[in-house]
């Protein structure tokens, strides 16, 4: 949709708020667009928002996405050995494939699995993270049961310059990157490369045959990956705005395995958008984009097998601002996925048609959100989701938000297909949740707080009786999450605790249990402050313990880790960071038998004019 024309309609809809004033007077206002689909203020949204920018991420000096979200509240990370290694996200004790990710708008992730290769998306071609917590099926269709997450590509802008870093770590471990940015008042471009190689250390300390990756390979196990990204658009005078991206990344990653060890694997995103403003209180986006995962499963250098996946999106998107503090949106949706694969699926395409329509608005000190949305899914007919959310302005810079959705999420083709071990007669599982939340804003920093429940029928799992997965279980998740961050003496202070009840309702034995690899307490602690030339901070995570299956009988102990950084700026556009990561050298597992760094140290040189 045209830029100016929906910052305009942002504006008339919440123009009477105090909320809407940064925290800092000469700052603008953080934008979201995921939380809504059109644009707004975080301090607007009535969604539970983080936005992580590129300022955000080289001041972390992150090298991950994993390593980046592990400090947002809500999100509980588990990897399986190391850089390079499967990685899962958990929002809001909802399951790994509840979560939606978009890259530039795109869908992506595995057809087959329902996974998404967050350890292969390269964190230097990102400008900027959106983290939307809650269900939004209302809007996005099938997996927002516990959010969305969407990821934005560097997009360029302004005068031509080059960009540059080379970095060094433990774990013999090398990074490069470098781009080209630029395009002027009205157009971007922005083309840039990354590569990373690491040694790695053991992944996994398995028990042949019985737990772990049920095998013992005491060796190291690395990885690299390289990645490209070019980004293009232009803006035109009358409001018509073109916009093309594409991402690949390609990584090759050792592990230990007793069927496989290695994995390589293709990442692939690709999509335009098409925007332009027909009148003047109606603004129409256009949308396609295609997003490929490909994998290719060795065994000591032998080809053992290939899933490869491909998802086509389109999009056309209708925002109305029909009077003012008024938006209404009426959009469409399409999606083929498709299967490639050295295993025989009897089925290997489906196609799902969503339909949506929703009303921003606001009365007094009121803001209401509401929408609704039916999928048309090639397998399973049609899914019906909606949502409703108020806010409230109570004064003295204090806003209370509540909120109501429900969401669904379609099986896999691994659950439905898998030779041996699929169920045809699987049906999606849906989800109800229910949030309330107060926070505030103000020129000292702001706070927030949330309580949500989610109960979650139709659960997939392994049913034993019938040697296959089946919808058997539910879930009843509670939570509460606590934000606050402000400047004291100097330092800048960003804290947040997330308590979390993820419990198993399934009847049986494991009834009233824990879901697996969810902790039930974390603390997330960060200061950083500027001294001329120089920046330090330090970050500090407390997880508590969690369980790593469903009969909680393995459990994962609690851990703590305190990392370092340090920034200097020591010439013009010439940056030195260094960052020292779990000081104390901690032992700890985020899924069982499989081992997470010890110390280690990076530095890094950027040139950044």
């Known amino acids: 949709m045209n830029k100016h024309a929906i910052q305009a309609a942002a504006l008339l809809l919440f123009s009477s708020s105090p909320l809407s004033v940064s925290a800092e007077p000469d700052k603008l206002p953080v934008i979201v667009i995921t939380a809504s689909r059109t644009v707004q203020t975080v301090e607007q949204t009535l969604a539970s928002v983080t936005v992580i920018d590129r300022k955000d991420i080289e001041n972390q000096q992150a090298h991950s996405v994993a390593d980046l979200l592990r400090k947002v509240q809500g999100l509980s990370i588990s990897n399986n050995g190391g850089p390079g290694k499967a990685?899962?996200?958990?929002?809001?004790?909802?399951?790994?494939d509840h979560l939606l990710v978009l890259i530039d708008g795109v869908k992506v992730g595995s057809a087959t699995s329902g996974s998404t290769p967050f350890q292969d998306i390269p964190l230097d071609q990102i400008e900027r993270i959106e983290i939307v917590r809650g269900p939004r099926s209302s809007l996005y269709g099938s997996e927002a049961i516990g959010g969305v997450i969407q990821i934005f590509t560097r997009k360029g802008g302004g005068q031509l310059r080059p960009l540059l870093s080379l970095g060094v770590g433990s774990y013999g471990t090398y990074r490069g990157y470098a781009?080209?940015?630029?395009?002027?008042?009205?157009?971007?471009?922005?083309?840039g490369i990354s590569h990373t190689t690491t040694e790695g250390f053991n992944?996994?300390?398995?028990?042949?045959?019985?737990?772990?990756?049920?095998?013992?390979e005491p060796d190291e196990d690395g990885y690299q990956n390289?990645?490209?990204?070019?980004?293009?658009?232009?803006?035109?005078?009358?409001?018509?705005?073109?916009?093309?991206?594409?991402?690949?990344?390609?990584?090759?990653?050792?592990?230990?395995?007793?069927?496989?060890?290695?994995?390589e694997t293709v990442q692939q995103v690709i999509g335009s958008s098409f925007r332009l403003s027909p009148m003047p209180f109606w603004d129409l986006a256009l949308r396609i984009g295609r997003s490929q995962n490909e994998s290719d499963n060795l065994k000591d250098d032998l080809f053992k097998s290939r899933f490869n996946t491909v998802r086509d999106t389109a999009s056309m998107q209708n925002d109305f601002l029909f009077a003012e503090g008024h938006l209404l949106t009426l959009g469409v949706d399409y999606q083929q996925d498709q299967i490639e694969s050295s295993t025989a699926y009897p089925v290997d395409s489906r196609d799902n048609w969503g339909v949506f329509g929703q009303y921003q608005a606001l009365f007094g000190l009121h803001n209401l959100q509401v929408s609704l949305r039916r999928d048309d899914n090639e397998q399973f007919d049609h899914y019906t989701t909606g949502s409703l959310a108020w806010g409230y302005e109570m004064g003295m810079g204090l806003r209370v938000t509540a909120a109501?959705?429900?969401?669904?999420?379609?099986?896999?083709?691994?659950?439905?297909y898998y030779p041996g071990y699929g169920n045809s007669e699987l049906n999606p599982e849906q989800s109800t949740s229910i949030e309330v939340g107060l926070r505030s804003s103000g020129e000292w920093g702001q706070w927030s707080i949330n309580a949500y429940q989610t109960e979650i029928d139709d659960l997939i799992a392994y049913d034993a009786s019938l040697f296959k997965p089946a919808n058997i279980s539910s879930a009843h998740i509670r939570g509460l999450e606590g934000v606050l961050n402000l400047q004291l003496f100097g330092w800048a202070v960003?804290?947040?605790?997330?308590?979390?009840?993820?419990?198993?309702?399934?009847?049986?034995?494991?009834?009233?249990?824990?879901?697996?690899?969810?902790s039930e307490q974390s603390l997330?602690?960060?200061?950083?402050?500027?001294?001329?030339?120089?920046?330090?901070?330090?970050?500090f995570i407390a997880e508590g313990q969690r369980y790593d299956d469903l009969a909680n009988t393995r459990e994962l102990?609690?851990?703590?880790?305190?990392?370092?950084?340090?920034?200097?700026?020591?010439?013009?556009?010439?940056?030195?960071q260094s960052r020292i990561e779990n000081l104390f050298d901690e032992d700890y597992e985020t899924a069982s038998y499989y081992n997470q760094p010890g110390r280690s140290l990076f530095i890094t040189l950027h040139y950044q004019p």
């Open 203 to 216: 992944a996994c300390s398995g028990q042949p045959g019985v737990a772990g990756c049920r095998t013992l």
């Open 179 to 191: 781009a080209l940015t630029g395009g002027g008042e009205r157009g971007w471009f922005n083309v």
């Open 87 to 96: 990685t899962s996200i958990f929002m809001r004790g909802t399951e790994s």
């Open 226 to 263: 390289i990645s490209g990204n070019l980004r293009l658009g232009y803006r035109f005078k009358k409001g018509v705005e073109v916009d093309a991206h594409w991402l690949r990344s390609e990584g090759s990653s050792e592990y230990d395995g007793g069927y496989t060890n290695e994995n």
């Open 494 to 518: 960003n804290t947040n605790i997330t308590l979390l009840e993820p419990k198993n309702r399934a009847s049986g034995s494991n009834r009233n249990n824990l879901l697996p690899r969810r």
């Open 524 to 539: 997330h602690l960060d200061l950083s402050r500027g001294f001329g030339p120089f920046n330090l901070g330090a970050s």
């Open 557 to 576: 102990d609690a851990y703590t880790t305190l990392d370092l950084r340090a920034d200097y700026l020591f010439a013009k556009d010439w940056r030195l």
């Open 404 to 416: 109501y959705g429900t969401a669904f999420k379609a099986p896999t083709f691994n659950e439905l």
